[in-house]
């Protein structure tokens, strides 16, 4: 494996030869868990505050480490991002995640299809690899580009603000849309909000956890749920935990909720009981 890199060498002179090669072990590992099939996806509900309806998922991948036991991303997603292993690793999530989706769709929810939302990393913008890549996704699992949903972050789209508006130009083109993740967090300039083809924002958690408490962020979230609406947006609030919670927001008029409230993220075989369930009423 190719070691080399500034990186590398500052993690080496900060942490250490121990935790070096302990990285190093790390790094090798994940970049053979996609052949060694390690990666899962988990799925999250989005529910509608109007009817309580699931009607998107978004997909979260773990990694089940032979030794570390189930991994979040928080714990290897950054690594990735580095080697470059977050472009596989990507595109393994969003396959395996539409192919999951399209069969729901094509069975338990065929009446009223689910959209699926995935975590686009900074690194899979680079270049011009993300848009060939969904167009083969689309192709391949067969799922309805109206129902797929891309994630991006603020600090995404500042970083070549043209280079990125060609590509959720592109992604558009296919039938994609495009949600900004974490909104307030960032700093991004409200320009970018009608220069770039965004059709949900997602209000950080860090907002929702404060609102019952809090004015500043009760306000916070008004205005954003008002801008999001005047800009003919969708307005998730993320990080929903309590009843009190959800009914402050569906006062405030937001559309969909996601959250802990509603259910953590879970693996394939229990959304799909989820949607049964559902089904019967
Ligand atoms: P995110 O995109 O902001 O995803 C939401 C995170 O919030 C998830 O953490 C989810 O489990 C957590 N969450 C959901 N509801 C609640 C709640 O009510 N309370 C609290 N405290 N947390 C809640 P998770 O799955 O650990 O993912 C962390 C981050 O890793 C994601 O944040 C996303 O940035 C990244 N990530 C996950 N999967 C992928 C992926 O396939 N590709 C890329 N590039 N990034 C990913
Ligand atoms: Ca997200
Ligand atoms: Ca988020
Ligand atoms: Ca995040």
Redesign the pocket.
């Known amino acids: 494996a190719k070691v080399a890199g500034r990186a590398r060498y500052e993690v080496g002179d900060t942490i250490g030869n121990a935790a070096a090669l302990e990285l190093l072990k790390f790094e090798q590992g994940l970049r053979r868990a996609i052949d060694n099939n390690q990666f899962d996806v988990?799925y999250?509900p989005i529910i509608s505050l109007g009817d309580g309806r699931i009607v998107r998922l978004?997909?979260?991948?773990r990694w089940h480490h032979p030794q570390l036991g189930l991994l979040?991303?928080?714990s290897f997603?950054p690594v990735a991002e580095e080697t470059g292993l977050?472009l596989p690793?990507?595109e393994w999530?969003m396959h395996e995640a539409a192919r999951q989706v399209q069969e729901w769709n094509a069975t338990l929810t065929a009446d009223d299809p689910l959209s699926l939302c995935?975590?686009?990393?900074a690194r899979?913008f680079e270049k011009h690899r993300l848009v060939p890549g969904v167009r083969r996704i689309l192709e391949q699992t067969g799922l309805d580009p109206a129902c797929l949903e891309l994630?991006l972050t603020e600090s995404l789209t500042m970083q070549d603000a043209v280079l990125a508006s060609e590509i959720l130009r592109d992604l558009t083109q296919l039938g994609a849309s495009i949600s900004l993740?974490?909104f307030g967090t960032g700093y991004s300039s409200l320009s970018y909000l009608h220069r770039f083809p965004i059709s949900t924002l997602k209000i950080d958690?860090s907002f929702i956890g404060a609102i019952e408490h809090r004015k500043e962020s009760r306000d916070i979230v008004q205005t954003i749920i008002t801008l999001g609406h005047n800009l003919g947006m969708t307005v998730v609030a993320?990080?929903?935990?309590t009843e009190a919670q959800m009914h402050l927001l569906r006062s405030l008029q937001c559309d969909l909720a996601?959250?802990?409230?509603f259910s953590?993220?879970v693996e394939a075989h229990r959304v799909a009981a989820m949607l049964k369930e559902r089904r019967q009423g």
């Open positions: 988990y999250q978004e997909a979260l991948v979040s991303p928080a997603i977050i690793i990507g999530v995935v975590n686009i990393s899979q994630e993740d974490d958690r993320e990080g929903v935990e996601q959250g802990y409230l953590r993220p």
